[in-house]
């Protein structure tokens, strides 16, 4: 069953979106337990990420998915048009820049950086199968090795991993193979 919502944007900027200025929200979908929302940037122009020169051309579109803290207990998804703009500077070395949401996302990751520290707790207290059952049942939806790639970028990992006893014996001195002479 296939439920189509009209895009209220006040509700749903104020619900999903809010404090983060740079989306508006076009349309929503509610399908098999998961509610889609179609969002695209409102800025007009946007500045070259390396010369800062404000562009207002589009070059191209596409479609990112990015996976969000669950709704309700329903799978929360945001489909994001993200355009490209041409940098109008002959002098730049980038010709081509996305439109860039930092508030949002981070460029080429596929989860919300509202999902990432629930990933990251999850992937730093059990990794693996136990924490594959653990984002399931709470609605996260991560595979086991993204659960086990998510400590390594978790800026806590090296206070908690501190007291760690091989953590500590393997990066210790005496741990350390001497070179022969």
Do not use: Y
Not at 55 to 82: E, M, N, Y
Not at 166 to 178: G, H, I, K, N
């Amino acid at each position: 069953m296939v439920l189509v919502m009209q895009a209220d944007a006040l509700f749903w900027d104020s619900l999903v979106f809010e404090g983060i200025d740079e989306v508006e929200v076009e349309a929503v979908t509610a399908a098999f337990g998961t509610v889609e929302v179609a969002a695209k940037g409102r800025a007009v122009a946007v500045a070259c990420p390396d010369c800062g020169l404000i562009s207002d051309r589009v070059h191209d579109r596409c479609q990112r998915r990015l996976k969000d803290l669950p709704l309700a207990d329903q799978g929360f998804v945001i489909r994001l048009t993200v355009r490209r703009f041409i940098c109008g500077s002959a002098d730049c070395p980038r010709r081509t820049f996305a439109e860039p949401f930092s508030r949002l996302t981070v460029p080429h990751a596929r989860f919300t950086t509202r999902l990432n520290p629930a990933l990251e707790r999850v992937g730093l207290a059990l990794a693996g199968r136990a924490g594959t059952w653990l984002a399931a049942q709470l609605g996260l939806g991560a595979g086991r090795m993204t659960l086990l790639r998510r400590p390594w970028h978790c800026p806590i990992r090296d206070s908690v991993l501190h007291g760690c006893w091989a953590w500590t014996t393997s990066r210790s001195v005496a741990a350390r193979p001497t070179p022969r002479s």
